[in-house]
């Protein structure tokens, strides 16, 4: 396992360069870059102004290296052309393409990954500042949704075909169906102050006297603040899993060793819980890595929005808009390092699961 864990560690260093590349080429014919927003929104201020602003007079600070650099800013027509190439200077719009992209991943070997253009903060500072509301989604979120689909697929899957797996499918079905942004609106409606009930916060993690508070204090408050994003993600998250926790175990049901089992005697949830179980839980291992980024960085997004969490997803959304290059590429490259991690681990505990599995016979 040592030598396979070795390859795919060594696998992964391409692999970041690959992504990076392609969202670096792709961002080279993106509009609207930092210079040409930056010129737009001072093009009415006079020219001293905007120098002063540059030159960290101004309420922004505009540091930090660039990652799109594309002459003929649109934004920029008007102003004195020294001062569009002193913001491409500050940017690091003035090297060649291949430099800046050489420059970008000899900072990223070693996790720097520059100042942010419009909030004059390390990347990093931000990352690490907007990561625990994140996690604290996406764990909470997936733990939730397999603790209620894992049961609930194996419940379906004894029962197949009675009236409960169908009024469980019917249900699941229709939790699926409704976007989680939709959901988290209804239940700000109807618990959170709306028209109805007020028994849950509106916004926030935690309230404002939350240092105040005792540590059991503490970890209430945080928990009555999670109720209703969890809720709204968990309701469309584990449809997918338990369909697919039920079809694995039918799958398993209907093989020989259950067939042998039974003739030797075992009963039936001895069948299931030994013997069933271990395999059929390898398709629902092997989309835990997706279902856990998934969650954690792209289906928190509009919740964080709705719920005024400041996490990953909105400090993503927000640096896209801007064309905060250095943050756009560094989530980027945290995201995609964190995601290969991932799942490497869940090959691991495939053989934890199964020890039959040897990847290091297998071709990676």
Same mark, same amino acid.
């Given at each position: 396992?040592?030598?396979?864990?070795?390859?795919?560690?060594?696998?992964?260093?391409?692999?970041?360069?690959?992504?990076?590349?392609?969202?670096?080429?792709?961002?080279?014919?993106?509009?609207?870059?930092?210079?040409?927003?930056?010129?737009?929104?001072?093009?009415?201020?006079?020219?001293?102004?905007?120098?002063?602003?540059?030159?960290?007079?101004?309420?922004?600070?505009?540091?930090?290296?660039?990652?799109?650099?594309?002459?003929?800013?649109?934004?920029?027509?008007?102003?004195?052309?020294?001062?569009?190439?002193?913001?491409?200077?500050?940017?690091?719009?003035?090297?060649?393409?291949?430099?800046?992209?050489?420059?970008?991943?000899?900072?990223?070997?070693?996790?720097?990954?520059?100042?942010?253009?419009?909030?004059?903060?390390?990347?990093?500072?931000?990352?690490?500042?907007?990561?625990?509301?994140?996690?604290?989604?996406?764990?909470?979120?997936?733990?939730?949704?397999?603790?209620?689909?894992?049961?609930?697929?194996?419940?379906?899957?004894?029962?197949?075909?009675?009236?409960?797996?169908?009024?469980?499918?019917?249900?699941?079905?229709?939790?699926?169906?409704?976007?989680? #942004?939709?959901? &988290?609106?209804?239940? @700000?409606?109807?618990?959170?102050?709306?028209?109805?009930?007020? $028994? !849950?916060? +509106?916004? %926030?993690?935690?309230?404002?006297?939350?240092?105040?508070?005792?540590?059991?204090?503490?970890?209430?408050?945080?928990?009555?603040?999670?109720?209703?994003?969890?809720?709204?993600?968990?309701?469309?998250?584990?449809?997918?899993?338990?369909?697919?926790?039920?079809?694995?175990?039918?799958?398993?049901?209907?093989?020989?060793?259950?067939?042998?089992?039974?003739?030797?005697?075992?009963?039936?949830?001895?069948?299931?819980?030994?013997?069933?179980?271990?395999?059929?839980?390898?398709?629902?291992?092997?989309? #835990?890595?997706? &279902?856990?980024?998934? @969650?954690?960085?792209?289906?928190?997004?509009?919740?964080?929005? $709705? !719920?005024? +969490?400041? %996490?990953?997803?909105?400090?993503?959304?927000?640096?896209?808009?801007?064309?905060?290059?250095?943050?756009?590429?560094?989530?980027?490259?945290?995201?995609?390092?964190?995601?290969?991690?991932?799942?490497?681990?869940?090959?691991?505990?495939?053989?934890?699961?199964?020890?039959?599995?040897?990847?290091?016979?297998?071709?990676?």
């Amino acid at each position: 396992m040592g030598v396979y864990i070795l390859r795919r560690l060594g696998l992964m260093v391409p692999t970041l360069i690959g992504i990076l590349l392609i969202n670096f080429l792709i961002i080279q014919f993106a509009p609207g870059g930092p210079i040409e927003q930056i010129a737009a929104r001072y093009s009415g201020a006079t020219q001293g102004g905007l120098s002063n602003r540059l030159s960290g007079g101004g309420a922004e600070t505009i540091t930090g290296p660039g990652a799109n650099g594309a002459g003929g800013y649109r934004g920029a027509r008007g102003l004195d052309p020294r001062l569009v190439e002193e913001l491409k200077h500050q940017f690091g719009f003035d090297l060649p393409v291949h430099e800046r992209f050489l420059k970008m991943l000899r900072n990223y070997a070693v996790l720097d990954f520059g100042d942010s253009f419009f909030r004059g903060r390390p990347v990093i500072d931000l990352v690490l500042e907007k990561l625990p509301v994140s996690i604290s989604l996406g764990l909470w979120t997936t733990l939730l949704t397999y603790l209620v689909s894992i049961p609930l697929g194996i419940a379906k899957a004894v029962r197949d075909g009675s009236r409960f797996d169908v009024v469980s499918s019917a249900a699941v079905i229709v939790g699926y169906a409704i976007p989680a #942004f939709l959901f &988290a609106v209804f239940l @700000i409606v109807l618990l959170a102050g709306g028209s109805y009930l007020s $028994i !849950f916060p +509106l916004r %926030g993690l935690v309230s404002e006297n939350f240092a105040t508070l005792s540590l059991a204090g503490q970890v209430a408050d945080y928990a009555w603040h999670m109720v209703l994003p969890i809720t709204a993600m968990v309701i469309g998250s584990f449809a997918t899993l338990t369909l697919l926790t039920k079809n694995s175990f039918l799958e398993e049901v209907g093989k020989q060793y259950v067939v042998t089992a039974r003739a030797k005697g075992l009963t039936e949830s001895r069948i299931l819980y030994r013997h069933v179980f271990r395999n059929a839980m390898l398709l629902v291992i092997a989309g #835990f890595p997706a &279902a856990f980024i998934s @969650i954690l960085f792209t289906s928190s997004l509009l919740i964080e929005v $709705i !719920f005024s +969490l400041d %996490g990953l997803g909105l400090l993503g959304f927000d640096a896209a808009i801007k064309r905060d290059y250095p943050v756009v590429f560094g989530t980027l490259y945290l995201f995609s390092l964190i995601g290969l991690l991932t799942k490497l681990a869940s090959d691991i505990v495939y053989t934890l699961v199964d020890p039959r599995i040897d990847f290091e016979r297998r071709d990676v």
